[in-house]
């Protein structure tokens, strides 16, 4: 029997990361409209870090995550819109009214071992009749046992399905299989999983992934996303038709959706020093553009402090702890000199 896999895009979520926040209504249009066109079973929109997260911890969005919804709403004929949240960062309200513009998929996202936080959240979008998924983040920091305990708390709540975020793309295929492996053989909801480039591991974690029983594969065009981005879902599209499964999207559509992508990029989206010690260190993705700016406020390699932010253990949430890593670096940089 050939493998069904659904393919969710995150271009215009994860990849909000990669652009400062800065998509606009008519880019977000386009991407989604062709997105739509190309049979993705979900269109993920929202900033970066999830509804509510335009801000001065995690960086002001260009446009309100409403008005891009709306956008993106008003193209979309057969797949579903989604949008993340984070709580403590997004609100019920923020849920209800991403409803009343047409969100349908609803991904609550806590750190691995914080899926407690997030079960109103869950509820609450099942009571408005959305496909409610728990979002399990950071998951290089649990062991399986501890991932499964966690994902029984999002099942219980009404979650639709649980998927596993590699966040910080410090996994590799192995550690992928145990950590999918162990939900498939005993939850009776689909399996997802969601991958990050930064040891070039994103589309063969993501084959790992399906190969123990996952359903929902994130991915987003060219791999726009934080750090050396997300799956680059083209590329997982190319190697799922090589492998005889299916997905219900066509190769050609997306590889047209992807020169939608490309001048909206303001970066390469390649594995640079930076982003490799991200994957090395187990640093969250979405700490790269903060630590590059608090890199030059404070005269400090950003390897360094990417280096520091793992050895902490930071996590999702503590953007504000990159600045006080770097002047702490910054301080010692000083006292060397001066001896």
């Known amino acids: 029997m050939k493998r069904r896999i659904k393919l969710v895009d995150v271009t215009l979520r994860d990849g909000s990361h990669a652009v400062g926040h800065s998509f606009t209504k008519e880019q977000v249009m386009r991407i989604a409209g062709e997105l739509d066109r190309s049979g993705v079973e979900i269109i993920e929109v929202t900033h970066g870090d999830g509804l509510g997260g335009s801000s001065v911890n995690y960086g002001f969005s260009a446009v309100s995550d409403m008005d891009l919804i709306e956008a993106a709403a008003g193209v979309i004929r057969e797949a579903k819109l989604g949008a993340l949240l984070l709580p403590g ?3 019920i309200r923020d849920l209800e009214e991403a409803y009343e513009r047409g969100v349908r998929v609803l991904r609550v996202a806590t750190h691995v071992t914080e899926a407690d936080v ?35 708390i999002f099942a219980d ?12 793309g410090h996994l590799v295929p192995d550690e992928v299989r145990e950590r999918v492996l162990i939900l498939t053989e005993h939850l009776n909801i689909p399996v997802g999983f969601h991958a990050h480039n930064n040891l070039g591991l994103a589309v063969a974690n993501s084959i790992a992934a399906i190969e123990e029983g996952a359903v929902y594969i994130d991915g987003s065009l060219g791999g726009l996303g934080a750090g050396a981005g997300n799956t680059q879902i083209e590329v997982l599209q190319a ?11 066509d190769l050609g559509c997306l590889l047209e959706a992807e020169k939608e992508v490309v001048p909206v990029m303001q970066r390469p989206q390649v594995i640079d020093p930076d982003s490799l010690m991200l994957g090395y260190s187990g640093v969250y993705s979405s700490f790269l553009l903060h630590a590059k700016r608090a890199s030059q406020k404070f005269d400090v390699d950003t390897k360094d402090i990417l280096v520091e932010l793992g050895k902490r253990g930071m996590v999702g949430g503590q953007e504000d702890m990159i600045v006080d890593v770097a002047y702490e670096l910054s301080k010692r940089k000083g006292a060397r000199r001066s001896i």
């Open 157 to 168: 709540a009404g979650a639709d399905y649980i998927n596993l975020a590699d966040s910080a």
């Open 89 to 91: 960062i997004g609100t």
């Open 239 to 249: 190697v799922i038709q090589r492998y005889g499964w299916e997905s219900g999207a």
């Open 118 to 152: 997030g079960i109103q959240h869950i509820q609450a979008a099942k009571r408005k009749g959305m496909c409610a998924v728990g979002f399990l983040m950071m998951i290089h920091m649990a062991r399986p046992e501890k991932i499964l305990e966690q994902a029984r």
